[in-house]
């Protein structure tokens, strides 16, 4: 799994790139783990940008959740973005809208 990040002012954004399934959920988790690392050394906020996402399997929610807890622990801002219509669509289904701050673009 390809994932690249960036910094805005405010934040740091990360872009993993395909589905995340069974075969690519560690990856993910380790580029999460990094990029939370380096938002919270930097003092910025962590926004999970999902528009080149168009699946997530139930282990890559569980890295979100794992994510959030360990974000709001540290008090780190977490949010996601930019999420494709399949990608809504999961993340109301498993209730994801009511967890986290989702937005349509990257800025606020």
Avoid at 44 to 57: E, K, N, Q, R, T
Wanted: glycine share 6%; charged share 25%.
């Amino acid at each position: 799994m390809e994932t690249t990040s960036s910094r805005t002012a405010e934040a740091l954004v990360v872009r993993p790139v395909g589905r995340i399934d069974e075969t690519r959920w560690e990856a993910f988790r380790d580029a999460l783990t990094a990029a939370l690392a380096e938002a919270r050394a930097a003092g910025l906020a962590l926004i999970i940008d999902l528009g080149a996402v168009p699946y997530m399997s139930s282990r890559g929610l569980r890295v979100l959740t794992i994510a959030r807890r360990e974000a709001g622990e540290s008090g780190t801002p977490i949010a996601l973005a930019c999420p494709s219509a399949p990608m809504r669509e999961i993340l109301a289904i498993s209730r994801y809208d009511r967890i986290f701050d989702i937005r349509e673009t990257i800025q606020r």
